[in-house]
């Protein structure tokens, strides 16, 4: 039994996963961050401008909100390339997984954004009317009120991007991104090693569980209702 | 205090406008409690909502404090709100923060130093009753409680008037008194100008010491709560005031008094609806009718009730006796300030 798991998988192989393991926490680690801090001022914005809203706007709330669509109705593979130029503006290279950070962050904001729009939502408007009786500015309403009262979904929202992200990494191989679907693709698919593409879900099962695990156990700290 | 001055409000809604506030005009005095009563819709929630330009009229001012809110820019309102607290149906009060947090965030909005808001909260919550909830969130108190922290949060900017948006309605009857007896002691004992809408009359009895009734975006009457009550004018205000004091008789009491009627060989009788209001409770007054007038009494139906302090209610009577005699007893009764309805018993009959 350990004799044929070290004959499927030696040390050369194992060392591969570790550094494809890496490469996918830091595509979608710095995705997830750099999208959360483009998506959450999106989603307020798209709040605030929202019918209704404290800074009701219909022009800016379409614009934004529009592109916002386009971005997620275009197919990640198709995202992934139709950048490349704008990729290699920002990285310098159109391959690595430093260059597949950046359409992954481009995927990512509009998905939170919406995510966080929806969260902040759900916030009773009886408190924001609170929150105008006492003579609150737009800043203090959203940094005092809104975002604190929305913080256990946009953490839910979060953990979902994240997810997604796990998701879309697999793709960033077709760009030299290596992560973990990469190596199941090379290895597992075109080297017809099914054990090598096995233990690639197999992982991946267990590190989206794991995510998923710790961003509920937040949502639960975090809320008080 | 509070000047209202001809405010017309039109929401334009899915359904077309709805022209909620329609030349309203109101004058409230400082550090009285005045009622606004009104049934859902008849624009009393716009009406509270103006004072503190949560609303925006359409037309008209808003003087609150001698200071023009409708003339304001939005920096001015913003301090202007600082002096008025509200209090919401539905408490609205923040579920990510704990009780003290929620009554230190209008400090914090006004930019107090931490000791300051300090300093200040935690007697705000010993005067409503929550001094050791302090650390508990908002999940984990009663409806009743939360109507406290909402209480203490409207105060922490120390406000010259207190709004209250219905502050009672999603309360148990037991929790609304004690409610209600908190916004008087803090009228009492702070001195604050209270303006309370509601759709109880229980409310406006209990605490309000003028009272103004709305229907349809208008003020149909306003007065002196016991005056109100004794003698309502308007068609809206009797028909909410049957929920305190009935302002007919109730079918089965109706009927004995037909029956009473009905029988034979007896002295003619009138019934008489009996509205004492005031300090006519502390006469035997009805001990006088039957022994000064020799008037036979049989009460039919009643309620007394107190109303701000004063003895309140309502007697049917059935009196017997000669012609003279009744009407005497009457005239004695309107003299010691009872107000006196005659039913002719033959409308009673055919009613």
Redesign the interface.
């Given at each position: 039994m350990l004799d044929q798991l070290s004959a499927w998988f030696p040390p050369a192989l194992i060392d591969l996963f570790i550094t494809s393991f890496w490469e996918t926490l830091v595509m979608v680690g710095i995705s997830g961050a750099l999208g959360a801090l483009i998506g959450i001022p999106l989603g307020v914005s798209l709040r605030l401008t929202d019918r209704g809203g404290v800074l009701e706007s219909a022009a800016f709330n379409r614009t934004v909100g529009g592109l916002v669509n386009a971005v997620r109705s275009t197919p990640f593979i198709i995202l992934l390339v139709a950048i490349i130029p704008f990729t290699r503006l920002l990285t310098g290279s159109s391959i690595g997984t430093a260059a597949a950070v950046v359409p992954l962050t481009l995927a990512a904001a509009p998905f939170v954004a919406r995510l966080v729009e929806a969260s902040l939502r759900e916030v009773d408007s009886g408190l924001i009317e609170a929150a105008q009786a006492m003579g609150a500015t737009v800043p203090q309403i959203v940094f005092k009120v809104l975002l604190p009262e929305a913080v256990p979904g946009i953490v839910a929202g979060l953990t979902i991007t994240l997810v997604s992200l796990t998701g879309y990494s697999a793709m960033a191989g077709a760009i030299g991104g290596g992560g973990l679907g990469d190596l199941g693709i090379r290895y597992g698919y075109q080297r017809f090693l099914p054990e090598v593409m096995l233990a690639v879900v197999l992982l991946l099962i267990v590190f989206v569980q794991a995510v998923q695990s710790l961003g509920d156990w937040f949502v639960r700290r975090l809320s008080h209702k | 205090m509070i000047q209202l001055d001809g405010i017309h409000h039109t929401y334009r809604g899915g359904n077309g406008p709805v022209h909620a506030l329609r030349g309203v005009d109101l004058r409230v005095q400082r550090g009285e409690v005045f009622g606004v009563i009104g049934r859902s819709g008849a624009g009393k929630s716009s009406l509270v909502r103006t004072i503190?330009l949560?609303n925006r009229p359409d037309q008209g001012r808003v003087w609150v404090d001698g200071q023009d809110l409708t003339a304001l820019n939005a920096a001015g309102?913003?301090?202007?709100?600082?002096g008025?607290g509200?209090v919401?149906q539905?408490f609205?009060l923040?579920?990510?923060?704990t009780v003290f947090d929620n009554v230190a965030?209008?400090l914090?909005?006004?930019g107090l130093s931490r000791r300051e808001i300090r300093e200040r909260v935690q007697p705000l919550l010993e005067l409503v009753g929550l001094g050791a909830l302090g650390e508990r969130?908002?999940?984990q108190i009663s409806g009743g409680q939360k109507q406290r922290v909402g209480i203490a949060r409207a105060l922490a900017?120390r406000p010259q008037v207190l709004?209250s948006d219905e502050a009672t309605s999603a309360l148990d009857p037991e929790t609304t008194r004690s409610i209600l007896a908190l916004l008087q002691q803090i009228n009492r004992e702070l001195g604050l100008t209270v303006v309370l809408i509601t759709h109880q009359m229980q409310v406006i009895k209990q605490v309000a010491h003028r009272v103004a009734v709305m229907d349809a975006g208008q003020i149909v009457e306003q007065g002196e709560t016991l005056q109100v009550f004794s003698a309502p004018q308007h068609e809206t205000t009797r028909s909410l005031l049957d929920d305190v004091v009935p302002q007919e008789l109730p079918a089965p009491v109706l009927e004995r008094v037909r029956a009473l009627l009905g029988r034979p060989g007896q002295a003619p009788a009138s019934l008489l609806r009996l509205v004492f209001a005031g300090s006519s409770g502390e006469q035997p007054l009805l001990a006088d009718l039957v022994r000064r007038f020799g008037v036979d009494l049989n009460i039919v139906h009643g309620q007394i009730d107190e109303v701000q302090g004063h003895p309140f209610g309502t007697l049917a009577v059935l009196a017997r006796g000669a012609h003279e005699q009744v009407q005497a007893a009457i005239g004695h009764l309107r003299g010691a300030g009872v107000l006196v309805q005659e039913l002719p018993s033959t409308e009673v009959a055919h009613a």
């Open positions: - | 503190n949560l309102l913003r301090r202007a709100r600082h008025i509200m919401f539905h609205n923040l579920s990510s923060r965030l209008p914090e909005l006004a969130y908002p999940a900017s709004l």
